[in-house]
Each structure stands twice: as C-alpha cells, then as structure tokens.
C-alpha cells in the first residue's frame, strides 16, 4: 500500500517569504507528526496531531511555524517570514496506534533551503 | 526529562563482521525504545522497539538491541555486516508515561567495507 508521502521533495525560497509542506499520511492513520532534521542530526520534534487536532505543539520553535489537518488526514505545515535558519528536511510521520510505544511510518521529506 | 545519545557519528565495518552501534538513554522513567533506519534518500523506516516486554528485541535484517537497565543502553547490534546495511541509524526515546514525544539520537552512519 501507499506510505507517507511529503511534496514538494524540495523547497527553495528566498528569506521572508511564506511556505507550506504537504504531508499525505497512510489512510486510516489517526495519528500524524512533523519533524524537523537539520544537517547531522536527528529528527526534532515540532508537532503531534491526534485526529484534526493538534494535542502537541510543544516542539514548534516559534509563532512564525503553524500547521494544519482540517480533515484528520492531509496536514500542511506552514512557516511564515521564513530565515536562513529554517534550512533543513522536514519529515511526517504517521501512526494507527497514537502513544508512547507506536510504530511511526516516515515520508521521505521535504528539503527546504532558505536562501 | 528524556535523551538519548548515540556514540559514534560514523562506523566501519567490514563485510561480514559484527555490527554494534551504541545507543544509551536518559529517561525518569522506564522508557520506550526504538531503533530507525534511514536509507538515502528515504524516510525513516522501523528497525525494533523496546516497549517493556522482553529485553533482547529483534527486528527486521537481522539486526537485535538488547534493553540494559542498569546501563542505561539500547545497543543494536548485527552478527554479521552486509552491503545493503549501509545507512544511517537512529536511536530513539518516548516515554510511557503520556505525551506522544520521540526523542532521537544525532544518528551513526554506517559504513561496510567490502
């Protein structure tokens, strides 16, 4: 079946400017993720949704990072006046078992790099 | 407060030789532990989870990770290295006790020497 799947797979901009990511989780997932993943490092928690709502928002760095899931599937992260700063691979994830010890599937990832 | 730390940014190995690459852990209380493989060019994919059941995991590929309490560690290891096993692999932390929070390692590269 179908896995995670981000678009665009690459994102460039200029400094300033608004973006959004596209996450298409596996259908029937009820639980979907966004990471962050700068260079040499490991996924960085943003945001956690369970259904349509966000029940983590804890890991979002600043109000310039928001994200959406208005139907409890498709969920778009958006960043507003985005700097250098924001240069990295964003990743989703989703999961049919919302808690601690889930199996979270990732989507290959959107690179997005602020110039 | 919950952490992991992967030793070693980068690991070589030849061709047939025991892979072992070092995760240890932080967590207040008994945690939720995961092992994550990424390909070039591909999203994380699951290798084990430790998730309080037996301590010694297997997973997928021949790859096992071993919980050690009183260590603090969630080592992954392979008897035997293959090509294909090139890639890099992410330890990872959450916790049982509520929150839906994953806490990755910075990664190891792995590298198999023909």
């Not at chain 1, 040499?40 to 959406?68: K, M």
């Not at chain 2, 967590?27 to 290798?47: D, K």
């Not at chain 2, 790859?63 to 090139?86: G, I, N, Q, R, V």
């Amino acid at each position: 079946g179908a896995g995670v799947s981000q678009t665009p797979s690459n994102k460039v901009t200029e400094k300033g400017k608004y973006v959004e990511l596209r996450c298409d989780p596996i259908s029937g997932h009820t639980a979907l993720y966004w990471y962050r993943q700068s260079l040499g490092q490991g996924p960085e928690f943003l945001i956690y949704f369970q259904g349509t709502g966000a029940a983590d928002d804890s890991g979002l760095p600043n109000d310039r990072f928001f994200a959406v899931r208005p139907e409890g599937s498709v969920s778009t992260l958006k960043i507003q006046r985005t700097e250098r700063g924001d240069s990295a691979v964003y990743l989703c994830a989703s999961s049919d078992q919302p808690g601690g010890a889930d199996t979270q599937y990732f989507g290959p990832g959107t690179r997005l790099t602020v110039l | 407060a919950q952490s992991v730390t992967q030793l070693g940014s980068h690991v070589s190995v030849s061709e047939g030789a025991l892979v072992l690459l070092r995760c240890n852990y932080s967590s207040s209380v008994p945690p939720y532990l995961f092992w994550y493989v990424q390909y070039p060019n591909q999203g994380l994919q699951l290798l084990l989870k430790y998730t309080s059941a037996a301590t010694l995991v297997k997973g997928i590929n021949g790859f096992e990770a071993e919980f050690k309490k009183s260590e603090t560690s969630f080592h992954l290891t392979k008897p035997s290295a293959h090509m294909s096993d090139a890639a890099e692999y992410f330890c990872a932390v959450s916790s049982p006790a509520g929150g839906n929070q994953f806490y990755f390692g910075t990664g190891t590269s792995l590298t198999v020497i023909p």
